[in-house]
């Protein structure tokens, strides 16, 4: 059983399977100087839709390495991730792909559904940085494409994980700011839950 408690009124968000509640802050896209990098790509420089985010997390790299990229466990850490499959064997490299799947709450445009998520890793540098991308798809709501990107670098007393992802994609486009605010709650509740759980800590998020 996940060991975080919370409601589940996380951001819907291809890159942290969360649900967005309308009592959630309303969370504003972040742009911090050069973009970030993986293997010389990141994510869509020409998304209307991107947030990005920092956390410190006081644990050793190989713990929070192995927590990010160990995906078939993250249901046991991450409450909105109802299921989560590698589709092919072997350690998680660049051409890898997996499956997750996540709630998704009614809005006043969309129903209620469970997006199903297909990511493939698009570049893998181990305890460096990874970046996937794919589609989300559930009965009435889609995301065409989204790019994540995972970057992790040693700092005094721990790991710097920064996290920034793009959406692509009509439907999700038709209302930016409203997109841009869940794909922002999202990654905050990710990079919440990572640290939590790599710093061994019980906590209960507002």
Do not use: N
């Not at 009592?23 to 742009?31: I, L, R």
């Not at 995906?71 to 046991?76: L, S």
């Not at 970046?131 to 709501?141: F, K, M, Q, R, T």
Request: charged share 20%.
């Amino acid at each position: 059983m996940p060991h975080i408690s919370r409601p589940r009124v996380l951001a819907v968000s291809l890159a942290v399977a969360g649900v967005l509640a309308s009592t959630a802050p309303v969370a504003q896209a972040a742009h911090h100087g050069e973009p970030s990098r993986c293997g010389g790509r990141g994510v869509d420089a020409g998304a209307r839709i991107h947030y990005e985010s920092d956390v410190v997390i006081k644990a050793p790299l190989s713990a929070v390495w192995k927590l990010q990229t160990d995906v078939e466990r993250w249901p046991t850490w991450q409450p909105p991730v109802l299921t989560a499959e590698r589709l092919d064997p072997g350690p998680l490299a660049k051409g890898s792909r997996f499956r997750w799947t996540t709630p998704a709450p009614a809005t006043p445009t969309t129903p209620a559904t469970t997006l199903g998520i297909t990511s493939t890793v698009q570049e893998l540098r181990r305890h460096d940085c990874v970046l996937w991308s794919g589609p989300a798809v559930g009965e009435g709501l889609r995301i065409d494409e989204g790019v994540h990107l995972w970057t992790f670098r040693k700092v005094r007393g721990g790991v710097r994980v920064h996290t920034e992802e793009t959406w692509a994609g009509a439907q999700v486009e038709a209302d930016v700011p409203t997109a841009t605010a869940a794909l922002g709650a999202g990654l905050e509740a990710w990079l919440h839950d990572l640290r939590s759980t790599a710093e061994g800590r019980r906590t209960t998020r507002p």
